[in-house]
């Protein structure tokens, strides 16, 4: 297949911060960005050539945007998969539909990543209030019950201490269709973001290590404080995932680093974003080609960048009324900050983000 040629336009799903990011490094290779979003505010058309205000359900808006393009990706994986199919009559979507719903469903995800023989937590499918009386039975409390759909930021879930605690969280996350999942003492968090090209060509970027506040990513470590060999194997597993995907483009893939003396499998895959993620943004300004160059190069057939890191790095995000710091933080030395342009820094809102370079072999302890 041919690529797509520097002046060819690339359609993104999406215009929050992960679209503009894009249209950013798209910009940089000669490549126009069209954006396709309901919002009334659109931080990604701000850096884009077109924008198409419409809902994802309108067939007609889809087709006249994907004919407008040469190839359309997105920014969150829970595009409808009528949209992706309407879209993909007109133009190449990438990455593909077996990615987005294998994404989508967290019962359909934890079953790929089984049949790849990747290590998750135990978990079961849960339909019903009985149902889930029958899984805290099998995996045993603590569990959490998660939504199969439409979770994030540790939305859509319930912790369970014990049975008794059942029929609340069966309440909480509103009787939907869910998957329970054993409560796993993880000793750590950790994610790699990773490119799969067209040719099947793969490239990952060193392990981070990430600190949540209230749900939401705080910051990455870049890189891990991980031996050679776990390093090596968590970019193996993302590597794998990419592959039996036959994914192109950038994917995240967080993970849970389990203690030494729990004599398992020490890496458990927690959940895959196929799309660009919030613990890559370090590689923009830490590494030879950064996520957003990568996810581009992909999805438009080019060669992947090298994902080389040259300086360590912590990213921290800008989140609600943190931006306010703007002057002070582009006054530091060595802190590259980048903000999305969004008007009102509403709690829990990701505003920017800040990151802040150091040697290799130098940064900072996690805190
Ligand atoms: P998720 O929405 O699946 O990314 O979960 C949000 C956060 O909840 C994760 O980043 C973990 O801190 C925690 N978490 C999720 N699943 C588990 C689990 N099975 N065991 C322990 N902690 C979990």
Redesign the pocket.
């Known amino acids: 297949m041919a690529p797509v040629a520097p002046g060819g336009t690339i359609g993104i799903l999406g215009g929050g911060q992960l679209g503009r990011m894009l249209a950013m490094a798209a910009a940089q290779l000669g490549l126009k960005c069209h954006i396709y979003c309901p919002d009334t505010e659109v931080p990604a058309a701000d850096v884009a050539a077109a924008l198409t205000r419409a809902p994802y359900a309108d067939a007609a808006a889809l087709a006249a945007f994907a004919d407008a393009v040469d190839v359309v990706t997105y920014e969150f994986e829970n595009v409808p998969a009528e949209t992706a199919r309407v879209l993909a009559e007109h133009a190449p979507v990438r990455p593909g539909p077996l990615a987005l719903a294998t994404a989508q469903d967290r019962l359909t995800e934890k079953n790929f990543l089984s049949r790849q023989g990747i290590a998750t ?1 135990p978990f079961a499918d849960v339909a019903s209030a009985g149902d889930l009386a029958a899984a805290l039975e099998r995996i045993g409390a603590p569990a ?1 019950l ?1 939504t199969r759909r439409f ?4 939305k859509g ?1 319930a912790r369970i201490a014990g049975a008794a605690e059942a029929d609340a969280a069966w309440d909480a996350i509103g009787r939907t269709p869910a998957i329970l ?4 003492p ?1 000793e750590r ?1 950790i994610s790699v973001v990773v490119a799969r090209g067209i040719d099947g060509e793969t490239a990952a970027y060193d392990p981070v290590e990430n600190i ?1 506040k209230d ?1 939401i990513l705080d910051r990455s470590y870049a890189p891990a404080a991980l031996d050679a060999a776990l390093a090596a194997e968590a970019c193996a597993i993302a590597g794998r995932i990419v592959a039996a995907l036959d994914y192109v483009g950038v994917m995240g893939v ?1 993970m ?1 680093l389990l203690p030494a003396s729990a004599g398992t499998a020490r890496l458990i895959v ?2 895959i974003a196929p799309r660009v993620h919030n613990s890559g943004h370090w590689t923009m300004d830490a590494c030879a080609a950064g996520q957003f160059e990568q996810h581009v190069r992909a999805i438009c057939g080019w060669p992947l960048g090298s994902p080389a890191r040259h300086s360590d790095a912590v990213m921290t995000n800008l989140i609600g009324a943190a931006a306010v710091d703007w002057a002070a933080i582009a006054a530091e030395p060595g802190a590259r900050l980048h903000l999305y342009g969004k008007a009102e820094a509403r709690p829990g809102r990701k505003m920017g983000h800040v990151n802040r370079l150091f040697p290799l072999g130098k940064r900072p302890p996690v805190t």
């Open positions: 937590a959490i998660k979770g994030y930021d540790g879930q999942e054993g409560f796993v993880f968090e949540h749900h967080e849970f927690n959940e």
